[in-house]
Protein backbone atom coordinates (compact mmCIF):
# COMPACT_ATOMS: atom_id res chain seq x y z
CA UNK A 1 0.00 0.00 0.00
CA UNK A 2 0.75 3.61 -0.94
CA UNK A 3 2.48 5.76 2.07
CA UNK A 4 0.02 8.19 3.29
CA UNK A 5 0.74 11.85 2.27
CA UNK A 6 -1.19 14.77 3.43
CA UNK A 7 -0.76 18.28 1.67
CA UNK A 8 -1.75 20.85 4.27
CA UNK A 9 -2.63 24.46 2.74
CA UNK A 10 -3.18 27.85 4.20
CA UNK A 11 -3.20 31.51 2.99
CA UNK A 12 -1.43 32.82 6.05
CA UNK A 13 1.85 32.97 7.31
CA UNK A 14 2.20 29.37 8.84
CA UNK A 15 0.16 26.27 9.07
CA UNK A 16 -1.56 25.82 12.19
CA UNK A 17 0.25 23.35 14.53
CA UNK A 18 -2.71 22.07 15.81
CA UNK A 19 -3.90 20.65 12.89
CA UNK A 20 -0.80 19.57 11.96
CA UNK A 21 -0.52 17.74 15.33
CA UNK A 22 -4.59 16.07 14.67
CA UNK A 23 -3.07 14.59 11.45
CA UNK A 24 -0.15 13.40 12.55
CA UNK A 25 -1.78 11.61 15.76
CA UNK A 26 -4.87 10.55 13.25
CA UNK A 27 -2.39 8.72 11.32
CA UNK A 28 -0.66 10.66 8.42
CA UNK A 29 2.21 8.97 7.62
CA UNK A 30 4.09 11.87 5.71
CA UNK A 31 2.72 15.75 5.96
CA UNK A 32 3.83 18.52 4.11
CA UNK A 33 2.85 22.31 4.99
CA UNK A 34 2.06 25.07 2.27
CA UNK A 35 2.14 28.76 3.64
CA UNK A 36 0.88 31.83 2.12
CA UNK A 37 -0.66 29.99 -0.55
CA UNK A 38 -3.33 31.96 -2.71
CA UNK A 39 -6.49 30.97 -4.84
CA UNK A 40 -4.39 30.62 -8.02
CA UNK A 41 -2.22 28.50 -6.37
CA UNK A 42 -4.58 25.56 -5.68
CA UNK A 43 -4.80 24.32 -8.93
CA UNK A 44 -1.21 23.92 -9.47
CA UNK A 45 -0.54 22.41 -6.27
CA UNK A 46 -3.71 19.84 -6.52
CA UNK A 47 -2.03 18.82 -9.88
CA UNK A 48 0.70 18.25 -8.55
CA UNK A 49 -0.25 15.64 -6.10
CA UNK A 50 -2.43 14.12 -8.46
CA UNK A 51 -0.10 13.39 -11.36
CA UNK A 52 2.67 11.53 -9.29
CA UNK A 53 1.16 8.91 -7.79
CA UNK A 54 -1.17 6.20 -9.48
CA UNK A 55 -4.88 7.31 -9.80
CA UNK A 56 -5.82 4.05 -7.86
CA UNK A 57 -3.15 5.78 -4.80
CA UNK A 58 -5.61 9.14 -4.85
CA UNK A 59 -7.26 7.72 -2.05
CA UNK A 60 -3.84 7.61 0.13
CA UNK A 61 -3.22 11.21 -1.16
CA UNK A 62 -4.96 14.32 0.71
CA UNK A 63 -5.69 17.71 0.77
CA UNK A 64 -6.11 19.57 4.12
CA UNK A 65 -7.32 23.51 3.83
CA UNK A 66 -6.60 25.94 6.52
CA UNK A 67 -6.48 29.88 7.49
CA UNK A 68 -9.08 31.92 8.82
CA UNK A 69 -11.57 32.49 6.68
CA UNK A 70 -15.29 30.36 5.58
CA UNK A 71 -15.40 31.89 2.20
CA UNK A 72 -11.91 31.58 1.23
CA UNK A 73 -11.49 28.06 2.30
CA UNK A 74 -14.71 27.03 0.48
CA UNK A 75 -13.13 28.60 -2.67
CA UNK A 76 -10.21 26.63 -2.39
CA UNK A 77 -12.09 23.91 -2.12
CA UNK A 78 -14.19 24.05 -5.01
CA UNK A 79 -10.57 25.31 -6.94
CA UNK A 80 -9.17 22.34 -5.63
CA UNK A 81 -11.93 19.93 -6.47
CA UNK A 82 -11.85 21.72 -10.65
CA UNK A 83 -8.15 20.76 -10.89
CA UNK A 84 -8.69 17.09 -10.51
CA UNK A 85 -8.62 14.87 -13.60
CA UNK A 86 -10.61 12.12 -13.64
CA UNK A 87 -9.22 8.79 -12.65
CA UNK A 88 -6.96 11.50 -10.85
CA UNK A 89 -8.50 12.72 -7.53
CA UNK A 90 -7.47 13.17 -3.55
CA UNK A 91 -9.35 13.19 -0.59
CA UNK A 92 -10.00 17.07 0.10
CA UNK A 93 -10.71 18.21 3.79
CA UNK A 94 -11.39 22.31 4.94
CA UNK A 95 -11.25 22.93 8.28
CA UNK A 96 -9.87 26.78 8.61
CA UNK A 97 -8.35 27.48 11.87
CA UNK A 98 -10.60 24.55 13.43
CA UNK A 99 -13.57 26.32 12.89
CA UNK A 100 -15.61 23.93 10.61
CA UNK A 101 -15.54 21.32 13.38
CA UNK A 102 -15.72 23.61 16.54
CA UNK A 103 -19.03 25.41 14.60
CA UNK A 104 -20.20 22.14 13.92
CA UNK A 105 -19.52 20.67 17.24
CA UNK A 106 -21.37 23.64 19.48
CA UNK A 107 -24.25 23.02 17.21
CA UNK A 108 -24.31 19.06 17.70
CA UNK A 109 -23.89 19.98 21.50
CA UNK A 110 -27.06 22.27 21.23
CA UNK A 111 -29.12 19.89 19.47
CA UNK A 112 -28.43 17.05 22.20
CA UNK A 113 -29.39 18.85 24.83
CA UNK A 114 -32.38 20.32 23.38
CA UNK A 115 -33.47 16.61 22.77
CA UNK A 116 -32.49 15.45 25.96
CA UNK A 117 -33.51 18.40 28.17
CA UNK A 118 -36.66 20.12 26.15
CA UNK A 119 -38.05 17.09 24.02
CA UNK A 120 -37.23 19.21 20.93
CA UNK A 121 -34.86 19.64 18.26
CA UNK A 122 -33.64 23.00 16.02
CA UNK A 123 -36.13 23.24 13.40
CA UNK A 124 -37.77 26.42 13.71
CA UNK A 125 -35.58 27.65 16.75
CA UNK A 126 -34.19 31.21 16.97
CA UNK A 127 -30.55 31.17 17.33
CA UNK A 128 -28.79 34.26 17.90
CA UNK A 129 -25.32 34.13 17.25
CA UNK A 130 -22.06 36.21 18.53
CA UNK A 131 -19.00 37.02 17.10
CA UNK A 132 -21.37 36.85 13.92
CA UNK A 133 -17.86 38.37 11.74
CA UNK A 134 -16.14 34.72 12.81
CA UNK A 135 -15.49 31.45 10.56
CA UNK A 136 -17.73 29.72 14.12
CA UNK A 137 -20.77 31.65 13.93
CA UNK A 138 -20.50 31.40 9.75
CA UNK A 139 -20.64 27.79 10.85
CA UNK A 140 -22.93 27.84 13.54
CA UNK A 141 -25.55 29.97 11.26
CA UNK A 142 -25.25 28.00 8.05
CA UNK A 143 -25.47 24.65 9.75
CA UNK A 144 -28.54 25.93 12.08
CA UNK A 145 -30.31 27.25 9.07
CA UNK A 146 -30.13 24.52 7.16
CA UNK A 147 -31.93 22.26 10.28
CA UNK A 148 -34.55 24.53 9.87
CA UNK A 149 -33.84 26.90 12.61
CA UNK A 150 -33.73 30.63 12.18
CA UNK A 151 -30.18 32.08 12.23
CA UNK A 152 -29.00 35.70 13.44
CA UNK A 153 -25.37 36.54 13.56
CA UNK A 154 -25.14 39.89 15.69
CA UNK A 155 -22.51 42.60 14.82
CA UNK A 156 -20.38 43.90 17.85
CA UNK A 157 -19.66 47.16 15.18
CA UNK A 158 -23.16 47.34 13.49
CA UNK A 159 -24.91 45.48 11.07
CA UNK A 160 -23.39 46.32 7.96
CA UNK A 161 -20.48 44.08 8.04
CA UNK A 162 -22.71 40.51 8.95
CA UNK A 163 -25.58 41.67 6.42
CA UNK A 164 -22.84 40.99 4.04
CA UNK A 165 -21.37 37.80 5.64
CA UNK A 166 -25.25 36.63 5.40
CA UNK A 167 -25.83 37.26 2.00
CA UNK A 168 -22.84 35.29 0.65
CA UNK A 169 -24.62 32.73 2.80
CA UNK A 170 -28.22 32.85 0.75
CA UNK A 171 -25.82 33.01 -2.78
CA UNK A 172 -23.75 30.22 -1.70
CA UNK A 173 -26.31 27.86 0.59
CA UNK A 174 -29.84 29.19 -0.86
CA UNK A 175 -30.47 30.00 2.93
CA UNK A 176 -31.68 33.13 4.79
CA UNK A 177 -29.86 34.38 7.72
CA UNK A 178 -30.61 37.48 9.81
CA UNK A 179 -28.16 40.29 10.61
CA UNK A 180 -28.76 42.85 13.66
CA UNK A 181 -26.63 45.04 15.65
CA UNK A 182 -24.84 43.94 18.87
CA UNK A 183 -22.88 47.49 19.51
CA UNK A 184 -24.00 48.32 22.65
CA UNK A 185 -25.89 46.55 26.04
CA UNK A 186 -28.83 47.58 24.75
CA UNK A 187 -28.43 46.66 21.08
CA UNK A 188 -27.61 42.85 22.54
CA UNK A 189 -30.88 43.04 24.55
CA UNK A 190 -32.84 43.55 22.10
CA UNK A 191 -31.14 41.07 19.95
CA UNK A 192 -31.67 38.23 22.34
CA UNK A 193 -35.26 38.92 23.61
CA UNK A 194 -36.85 36.23 21.54
CA UNK A 195 -34.18 33.88 21.10
CA UNK A 196 -34.16 30.14 21.93
CA UNK A 197 -30.43 29.78 21.95
CA UNK A 198 -28.01 31.74 22.48
CA UNK A 199 -24.52 31.00 20.86
CA UNK A 200 -21.03 32.68 21.97
CA UNK A 201 -18.46 32.64 19.28
CA UNK A 202 -16.46 36.11 19.75
CA UNK A 203 -13.19 36.68 20.79
CA UNK A 204 -11.60 35.05 23.69
CA UNK A 205 -11.81 36.72 27.05
CA UNK A 206 -14.20 39.42 25.87
CA UNK A 207 -17.42 39.43 28.00
CA UNK A 208 -20.73 39.32 26.18
CA UNK A 209 -23.49 38.78 28.06
CA UNK A 210 -24.45 39.62 31.67
CA UNK A 211 -26.21 37.66 34.40
CA UNK A 212 -28.84 40.66 33.61
CA UNK A 213 -28.72 40.89 30.02
CA UNK A 214 -29.84 36.66 30.11
CA UNK A 215 -32.94 38.13 31.92
CA UNK A 216 -33.64 39.41 28.51
CA UNK A 217 -34.47 35.79 27.07
CA UNK A 218 -37.57 34.38 28.44
CA UNK A 219 -37.35 31.93 26.48
CA UNK A 220 -34.11 30.66 25.99
CA UNK A 221 -33.63 27.07 26.71
CA UNK A 222 -29.31 26.96 25.56
CA UNK A 223 -26.82 28.49 25.38
CA UNK A 224 -23.18 27.64 24.47
CA UNK A 225 -19.63 29.57 24.65
CA UNK A 226 -16.53 28.67 23.06
CA UNK A 227 -14.60 31.13 24.74
CA UNK A 228 -11.83 28.86 27.00
CA UNK A 229 -10.38 32.13 28.33
CA UNK A 230 -11.69 33.93 31.43
CA UNK A 231 -14.00 35.84 31.53
CA UNK A 232 -16.63 33.81 30.29
CA UNK A 233 -17.81 35.29 27.08
CA UNK A 234 -21.59 34.73 28.81
CA UNK A 235 -21.76 35.02 32.50
CA UNK A 236 -22.82 31.89 34.28
CA UNK A 237 -20.89 29.45 31.69
CA UNK A 238 -18.39 27.77 33.09
CA UNK A 239 -15.47 25.79 30.36
CA UNK A 240 -17.01 22.66 31.59
CA UNK A 241 -20.75 23.57 31.64
CA UNK A 242 -22.63 20.26 29.83
CA UNK A 243 -26.50 21.36 30.43
CA UNK A 244 -25.41 23.21 33.61
CA UNK A 245 -28.72 25.49 34.70
CA UNK A 246 -28.19 29.22 33.76
CA UNK A 247 -27.69 31.73 36.68
CA UNK A 248 -31.17 33.32 35.41
CA UNK A 249 -32.35 29.53 35.86
CA UNK A 250 -33.81 29.82 32.66
CA UNK A 251 -31.89 27.08 30.33
CA UNK A 252 -28.77 25.46 30.54
CA UNK A 253 -25.65 26.46 29.18
CA UNK A 254 -23.18 24.45 27.71
CA UNK A 255 -18.95 25.58 28.31
CA UNK A 256 -16.42 25.15 25.75
CA UNK A 257 -14.12 22.32 27.13
CA UNK A 258 -17.86 20.23 26.21
CA UNK A 259 -17.90 21.74 22.98
CA UNK A 260 -14.00 21.15 22.42
CA UNK A 261 -14.45 17.15 23.21
CA UNK A 262 -17.27 16.78 20.36
CA UNK A 263 -14.57 19.15 17.89
CA UNK A 264 -11.28 17.50 18.88
CA UNK A 265 -13.29 14.09 18.05
CA UNK A 266 -14.89 14.97 15.15
CA UNK A 267 -11.70 16.52 13.28
CA UNK A 268 -9.88 13.41 14.30
CA UNK A 269 -12.14 10.76 12.96
CA UNK A 270 -12.58 12.99 9.71
CA UNK A 271 -8.99 12.43 9.25
CA UNK A 272 -9.40 8.60 9.86
CA UNK A 273 -12.14 8.81 7.69
CA UNK A 274 -9.94 10.25 4.66
CA UNK A 275 -7.40 7.33 5.72
CA UNK A 276 -10.08 4.57 5.33
CA UNK A 277 -11.95 5.20 2.36
CA UNK A 278 -11.68 3.28 -0.88
CA UNK A 279 -13.17 7.28 -2.38
CA UNK A 280 -11.73 10.30 -2.26
CA UNK A 281 -13.72 12.06 0.15
CA UNK A 282 -14.46 15.88 0.03
CA UNK A 283 -15.39 17.17 3.49
CA UNK A 284 -16.32 20.22 5.08
CA UNK A 285 -18.41 21.44 8.03
CA UNK A 286 -21.41 19.67 6.42
CA UNK A 287 -19.52 16.40 7.13
CA UNK A 288 -18.48 17.39 10.74
CA UNK A 289 -21.89 18.29 12.13
CA UNK A 290 -22.93 14.95 10.69
CA UNK A 291 -20.03 13.24 12.48
CA UNK A 292 -20.74 15.43 15.47
CA UNK A 293 -23.66 14.66 15.93
CA UNK A 294 -22.64 10.94 16.42
CA UNK A 295 -20.07 12.10 18.53
CA UNK A 296 -22.33 14.18 21.03
CA UNK A 297 -24.92 11.45 21.33
Not at 6 to 15: D, E, I, Q
Not at 31 to 47: G, K, P, R, W
Request: glycine share 10%; charged share 20%; proline share 5%.
Amino acid sequence: MARSILHMLTPLKYMSPFDVNMAVDAGYETIVTYAEVNLADVVSITQDSIFSRAPEDGVRTGIFIGGKNAEDALDMVDRAKKAFVPPFANHIFADPAGSFTTGAAMVAEVSRALKSKFGTDLKGKRIVIFGGAGVVAYVAAVIGALEGAKSVLVGHDGEERVSKIAFTMKWRFGIEVDAVDGTTPDDRRKAIKDADVILSAGPAGIPILSTSDLESAPNLLVASDVNAVPPAGIAGIDVNAKDVALPTGKGVGIGALAVGNVKYQTQSRLFQRMLSSDEPLCLDFRDAYKLAVEVAG
